[in-house]
């Protein structure tokens, strides 16, 4: 996929990655359709701001009307806690799979059918290393991603007719805002080296939507993938990896 040229909407623009998928899109000479609960707090020069909560469905609803010459969504917005299952909050619980399953799932929903008027374009969800390794203090988070890989995979096979592109980009750990305010608060030393930094991992992500690649995985992701093959690994914030076997 070209992405000069191409009408980009991205989610959850106004931090973290979501920020740097933006702004680098419009780099690379994109239009780009800017999207957050807080529209106010968009910076990005040159970009079409609009308000859209994934969990809202008159808001995706009202997006997806909106920006009818899409044909590239970047799901990117999502909460990142959740907590652990028992004796979590149980609407945390519910909040991690409301926007990373049924909010991405809403989205690919209202935006099929604009993709395919556009020609098919491309889809791509940003899911976590956790997806394949449960993650101790945020298992609802690891299995909300879980169910998004799921989620991804299936709709890959739906859309292939329809000629869209469906991508996951699968990070270990990536130096947001967010990440370090939840290493802090757990009192966790992050492993500096293997931190993605957001602006280079963006380029990555879309160098490898550009290029038709539907899993776009850094080192962790690689190694937790691999242990797939063998018995259930738990996720170790302080390397960025596998810790030993469950
Ligand atoms: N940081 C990491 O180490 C890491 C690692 C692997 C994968 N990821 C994934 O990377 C993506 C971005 O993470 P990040 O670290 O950049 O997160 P972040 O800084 O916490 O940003 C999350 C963004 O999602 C938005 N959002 C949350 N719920 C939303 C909803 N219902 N509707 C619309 N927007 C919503 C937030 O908006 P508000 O400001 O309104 O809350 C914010 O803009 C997420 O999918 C995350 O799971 C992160």
């Given at each position: 996929m070209n992405l000069d040229g191409a009408t980009a909407l991205v989610t959850g623009t106004n931090r973290g990655l979501g920020h740097h998928f933006a702004a680098e899109l419009l780099k690379r000479g994109a239009k780009v359709y800017?999207?957050?609960?807080?529209?106010?707090l968009v910076d990005l020069p040159g970009a079409e701001v609009l308000r859209l909560d994934i969990t809202d469905p008159a808001s995706v609803s009202a997006a997806a009307t909106t920006a009818t010459d899409v044909d590239l969504l970047i799901n990117n917005a999502a909460f990142t806690g959740g907590g652990n299952f028992i004796g979590g909050d149980l609407d945390s619980i519910r909040a991690a799979m409301d926007s990373n399953y049924y909010g991405t799932l809403a989205m690919i929903r209202a935006f099929a059918p604009v993709l395919a008027r556009n020609g098919g374009g491309a889809i791509l969800n940003v899911l976590s290393a956790v997806a394949w390794m449960t993650f101790d203090g945020n298992t609802a988070y690891a299995a909300a991603k879980s169910a998004q890989w799921g989620l991804t995979n299936g709709v890959r096979v739906e859309l292939a007719g329809q000629n869209t592109l469906v991508s996951a980009l699968v990070?270990?750990?990536?130096?947001t805002e967010t990440l370090r305010a939840y290493a802090s608060g757990s009192g966790v030393v992050l492993p500096e080296h293997r931190l993605n930094d957001p602006a280079d991992l963006v380029r990555r992500a879309l160098d490898g939507i550009a290029a038709g690649e539907i899993e776009i995985l850094d080192e962790s992701a690689v190694e937790a993938k691999a242990r797939l093959a063998g018995p259930p690994t738990q996720f170790d914030l302080t390397a960025a990896g596998a810790k030993a076997d469950l």
């Amino acid at each position: 996929m070209n992405l000069d040229g191409a009408t980009a909407l991205v989610t959850g623009t106004n931090r973290g990655l979501g920020h740097h998928f933006a702004a680098e899109l419009l780099k690379r000479g994109a239009k780009v359709y800017a999207t957050a609960r807080r529209p106010e707090l968009v910076d990005l020069p040159g970009a079409e701001v609009l308000r859209l909560d994934i969990t809202d469905p008159a808001s995706v609803s009202a997006a997806a009307t909106t920006a009818t010459d899409v044909d590239l969504l970047i799901n990117n917005a999502a909460f990142t806690g959740g907590g652990n299952f028992i004796g979590g909050d149980l609407d945390s619980i519910r909040a991690a799979m409301d926007s990373n399953y049924y909010g991405t799932l809403a989205m690919i929903r209202a935006f099929a059918p604009v993709l395919a008027r556009n020609g098919g374009g491309a889809i791509l969800n940003v899911l976590s290393a956790v997806a394949w390794m449960t993650f101790d203090g945020n298992t609802a988070y690891a299995a909300a991603k879980s169910a998004q890989w799921g989620l991804t995979n299936g709709v890959r096979v739906e859309l292939a007719g329809q000629n869209t592109l469906v991508s996951a980009l699968v990070p270990g750990l990536i130096d947001t805002e967010t990440l370090r305010a939840y290493a802090s608060g757990s009192g966790v030393v992050l492993p500096e080296h293997r931190l993605n930094d957001p602006a280079d991992l963006v380029r990555r992500a879309l160098d490898g939507i550009a290029a038709g690649e539907i899993e776009i995985l850094d080192e962790s992701a690689v190694e937790a993938k691999a242990r797939l093959a063998g018995p259930p690994t738990q996720f170790d914030l302080t390397a960025a990896g596998a810790k030993a076997d469950l």
